[in-house]
Nanobody, 128 residues
Framework: QVQLVESGGGLVQAGGSLRLSCAASGRTFSRDTMAWFRQAPGEDREFVASINSISWWSGDVTYYAGSVKGRFTISRDNNKNTVYLQMNSLKPEDTAVYYC?????????????????WGQGTQVTVSS
């Protein structure tokens, strides 16, 4: 059974930074597409960023939502089975529960239904 555990959330002032981690167990995810989503109160869950390995020569391919591009960076450490989301220049509108998700196979997919397994989420609150 695949388990994803997020950590690193918290309260930060606008302009600050946080680094989220997502540790996977029960599956070797090096060939899976991993992503971060977020959900603000009263809103739908939305795509933030994804990372996947298309081929050994291309390395990891990343994809970002327009609202976070240039501020957030997704990365992975396959040796540790962990995905990260470095969030810089945080804004109050980034406040949400952040979820880690994975899917078998590659692809720049942004839909909630495109992902097979999920973590429980970690709260990020950005104060103005």
């Amino acid at each position: 059974q695949v388990q994803l555990v997020e950590s690193g959330g918290g309260l930060v002032q606008a302009g600050g930074s946080l680094r989220l981690s997502c540790a996977a167990s029960g599956r070797t995810f090096s060939r899976d597409t991993m992503a971060w989503f977020r959900q603000a109160p009263g809103e739908d869950r939305e795509f933030v960023a994804s990372i996947n390995s298309i081929s050994w020569w291309s390395g990891d391919v990343t994809y970002y939502a327009g609202s976070v591009k240039g501020r957030f960076t997704i990365s992975r450490d396959n040796n540790k089975n962990t995905v990260y989301l470095q969030m810089n220049s945080l804004k109050p509108e980034d406040t949400a529960v952040y979820y880690c998700a994975g899917r078998v196979g590659t692809g720049q997919l942004v839909g909630v239904d495109d992902y097979n397994y999920w973590g429980q989420g970690t709260q990020v609150t950005v104060s103005s």
